[in-house]
């Protein structure tokens, strides 16, 4: 199966060939259906999520809840898989959808609406009633920030305040800070909310590093900052300049008490890397109910993508290594950053990088790190970086950019630098015809670059 609609029109080459089968290899690698493979079997009454293994018959009811891009798509296996043992669910995702059981929404991303702050009342109001025999299996995918929300301020007012957090160049690690303290179920409130039920939470991590307590803003993990940190942030920023709250409209944490405690982490399922170190001295799991009854696991990273590039580079006899899973850094200069480290082969990067989006123009942060790369861009180089839930802030998942690029756009007299002075980058890889197309897809693990150095 082709996910880049228009391959054909983008493959000029045979090394924009090979750059385009490793992104194909990428998309496959993470689709749900080959994500869940093995990794979720229901076998009588045992249910086995990876490693471990879940004994159905000693709950009263089963329960679904998803939220997130690609959440809907996963929801679905996951409804299939259980069928007459699932008693109900809800899932709200920002791509039309259809379920036999679940009750489905189609939300906004990545600003919040009343649609999306509808639903989440809906699901507290049923989740709140459950009991201690009853199991409820979470999705949780990126964008769930946006499609999760009960906000502690006027929805205006939190629209406001994301939209000026998109433009700010803020990392997702900070956003998600202010965003954990304006809201009911971020930071560890949904864990509350399903206590004493319970819970085990798929995570499709989007997040460089797989830092669990930034995710969605982690409704199912306590949260290890404070309201001066989010304060702090939100200053920084200069978000109070546009928006302007008061330091007491953020919420004090919503974790366990703060005091270091010894006991261990809870019933959390770790990957590397995963676990916030402010969490773990403290000891915050063993502290609170609600978190010891949720199994949080780490069920799909960027890392998956990254190792099907690397094999399929492998089997087209390509010199490849993957440079970073958690990459970060200003969109406009990662791309000249990550060239400089390959000498030859292909260097494979995932992460997600920022925009400072003050030029009026529309674009991705993945179109403007191509965009940033081609004024320095050599001339056996490619460079191409998308986004793997095919949506770069436009219909774009992202870009290609090489010297084919760069000649195009001298003939279309573009000048590169003006339209990166706009963040105007979707409008440039119209001209050019070096936008990537997928469409929407039902998976997400923030971004993915790819750049081949040949000889």
């Given at each position: 199966m082709a996910f880049v609609k228009n391959y054909k029109e983008l493959a000029k080459s045979?090394?924009?060939?090979?750059?385009?089968?490793?992104?194909?290899?990428?998309?496959?690698?993470?689709?749900?259906?080959?994500?869940?493979?093995?990794?979720?079997?229901?076998?009588?009454?045992?249910l086995k999520i990876l490693d471990k293994t879940i004994d159905l018959s000693v709950f009263r009811r089963i329960f679904l809840l998803g939220f997130g891009k690609g959440s809907a798509a996963n929801c679905a296996i996951i409804e299939r898989t259980l069928g007459d043992r699932l008693d109900g669910g809800w899932d709200i995702d920002a791509v039309d959808a259809r379920f036999s059981k679940v009750e489905y929404t189609k939300g906004t991303h990545p600003l919040v609406s009343?649609?999306?702050?509808?639903?989440?009342?809906?699901?507290?109001?049923?989740?709140?009633?459950?009991?201690?025999?009853?199991?409820?299996?979470?999705?949780?995918?990126?964008g769930g920030s946006a499609l999760l929300e009960s906000p502690t301020v006027p929805l205006k007012t939190l629209i406001a305040v994301n939209e000026a957090l998109l433009e700010s160049g803020a990392n997702i690690h900070d956003m998600n800070v202010v965003r954990k303290h304006l809201s009911r179920v971020k930071g560890g409130g949904l864990a509350k909310i399903i206590y004493p039920a319970k819970a085990v939470n798929l995570i499709f991590s989007d997040v460089p590093g797989n830092d669990l307590t930034v995710i969605a803003s982690a409704p199912t993990i306590p949260?290890?900052?404070?309201?001066?940190?989010?304060w702090n942030i939100y200053t920084k920023f200069g978000i109070d300049k546009k928006v302007p709250l008061k330091k007491e409209d953020f919420t004090q944490t919503t974790s366990a008490d703060r005091s270091p405690r010894s006991e261990g982490r809870g019933s959390l399922i770790f990957a590397q890397n995963s676990l916030h170190p402010r969490l773990e001295s403290r000891g915050f799991f063993a502290q609170n109910k609600a978190f010891e009854n949720i199994d949080n696991i780490l069920f799909l990273?960027?890392?998956?993508?990254?190792?099907?590039?690397?094999?399929?580079?492998?089997?087209?006899?390509?010199?490849?290594?993957?440079?970073?899973?958690?990459?970060?850094?200003?969109?406009?200069?990662?791309?000249?950053k990550l060239v400089s480290e390959c000498s030859r082969g292909i260097l494979l990067v995932g992460g997600e990088t920022t925009v400072r989006a003050s030029?009026?123009?529309?674009?991705?942060?993945?179109?403007?790190?191509?965009?940033?790369?081609?004024?320095?861009?050599?001339?056996?180089?490619?460079?191409?970086?998308?986004?793997?839930?095919?949506?770069?802030?436009?219909?774009?998942?992202?870009?290609?950019?090489?010297?084919?690029?760069?000649?195009?756009?001298?003939?279309?007299?573009?000048?590169?630098?003006?339209?990166?002075?706009?963040?105007?980058?979707?409008?440039?890889?119209?001209?050019?015809?070096?936008?990537?197309?997928?469409?929407?897809?039902?998976?997400?693990?923030?971004?993915?670059?790819?750049?081949?150095?040949?000889?």
């Open positions: 045979a090394e924009r060939k090979i750059v385009l089968d490793l992104i194909e290899a990428a998309i496959f690698s993470i689709q749900p259906e080959n994500v869940f493979g093995n990794s979720f079997k229901l076998n009588g009454n045992q009343a649609t999306n702050v509808e639903f989440t009342q809906k699901v507290i109001d049923k989740l709140s009633h459950l009991g201690e025999h009853d199991l409820v299996l979470i999705v949780t995918c990126g949260d290890p900052t404070t309201q001066d940190e989010a990273s960027n890392s998956t993508a990254l190792e099907a590039m690397q094999n399929k580079a492998n089997d087209l006899g390509v010199d490849v290594r993957i440079y970073s899973d958690h990459f970060e850094g200003e969109a406009k200069e990662a791309g000249a030029g009026g123009g529309s674009g991705g942060r993945n179109q403007e790190v191509v965009l940033g790369v081609l004024g320095s861009l050599p001339e056996n180089t490619i460079v191409a970086s998308f986004d793997s839930d095919g949506w770069d802030n436009s219909p774009f998942a992202g870009a290609i950019g090489d010297k084919l690029t760069v000649k195009r756009a001298r003939d279309l007299n573009l000048d590169v630098q003006s339209f990166l002075n706009r963040n105007d980058s979707l409008n440039f890889f119209k001209q050019t015809g070096d936008g990537i197309e997928t469409g929407r897809l039902d998976a997400n693990v923030a971004d993915l670059i790819v750049v081949y150095r040949y000889d």
